[in-house]
């Protein structure tokens, strides 16, 4: 099924929309997912990173108890579980599902918890995709909070597509600008994930999740030092995307 762009490219590459009308916008995409049910069952993914209380925040407002599928990968940081539980707390979210690989899974795949050492690809689709696709099953969309200004990989970014289980994907903020995150944050008095204080500007799992070296990369601190730009969950054809060169 076809879904025309709720934003205009041409609009959007001009600068001539305002943040509201992008808020405006992102609520729209929520609506024909969240209430008018438009694509079927809907969930959100959710990382509970560095900019993902503006989606949220967005989703509490129009349906609180919209499941909101949070991977655990049992590598993350501390700080991330703990503000998992304050914003859904904060946002009144009544329907947040932590899931995590089958703990048998982990004993015979990554036994010593060092398979990212050596196969940061396998490490992500064990303890990532594999479970996200499972608890996705039953659901006929998801929407995350992807934005285009995140990576160069990010670039071209549309509101609507597919998975590769033919699912499609809403993607509600994908014109959002950093300035934009920045001006929803404060003007709803949502919390920071805590380690943005400390320089970070995109967190994932605590192993491989560094500062940023690129200032114009948000994204520049995971998986640094490798070509590794996605964990696996958002990809095209099952090829896990890669830095251009």
Same mark, same amino acid.
Request: proline share 1%.
């Given at each position: 099924m076809r879904h025309e762009p709720i934003v205009s490219p041409a609009a959007l590459d001009s600068g001539v929309q305002s943040h509201?009308?992008? &808020?405006?916008?992102?609520?729209?995409? $929520?609506? @024909?997912?969240?209430? /008018?049910?438009?694509? *079927? %069952?809907?969930?959100?993914?959710?990382?509970? *990173?560095?900019?993902?209380?503006? $989606? !949220?925040? !967005?989703?509490? *407002?129009?349906?609180?108890?919209?499941? &909101? !599928?949070? &991977? /655990?990968?049992?590598?993350?940081?501390?700080?991330?579980?703990?503000?998992?539980?304050?914003l859904s707390a904060k946002l009144g979210l009544t329907d947040v599902r932590r899931i995590s690989q089958k703990t048998e899974m982990l004993r015979r795949?990554?036994?010593? *918890? %060092?398979?990212?050492? @050596?196969?940061? /690809?396998?490490?992500?689709? $064990? %303890? @990532?995709k594999l479970p996200l696709d499972e608890a996705l099953a039953q659901f006929d969309c998801w929407i995350n909070g992807r934005k285009r200004h995140q990576s160069a990989t990010r670039h071209g970014l549309r509101p609507f597509e597919t998975d590769d289980a033919g699912r499609l994907k809403v993607n509600p903020l994908a014109y959002w600008e950093r300035e934009d995150i920045e001006r929803y944050m404060e003007a709803h008095d949502l919390p920071w994930h805590p380690l943005v204080a400390e320089g970070f500007t995109s967190i994932g799992c605590a192993p491989c999740t560094r500062l940023p070296v690129d200032a114009n990369d948000t994204r520049s601190g995971r998986w640094a030092g490798e070509e590794k730009t996605e964990c696996g969950i958002h990809i095209s054809g099952g090829i896990v995307t890669r830095k251009a060169g």
């Open positions: 509201e009308w992008m &808020v405006d916008s992102a609520r729209l995409a $929520l609506r @024909k997912a969240l209430v /008018d049910r438009q694509f *079927g %069952r809907a969930a959100v993914v959710s990382s509970f *990173g560095a900019e993902s209380a503006v $989606l !949220l925040h !967005l989703v509490a *407002g129009i349906s609180s108890d919209t499941p &909101v !599928l949070f &991977v /655990d990968t049992q590598m993350m940081f501390q700080e991330t579980l703990d503000y998992q539980l304050e795949e990554d036994v010593f *918890g %060092r398979l990212h050492l @050596k196969d940061t /690809d396998a490490c992500c689709h $064990l %303890r @990532k």
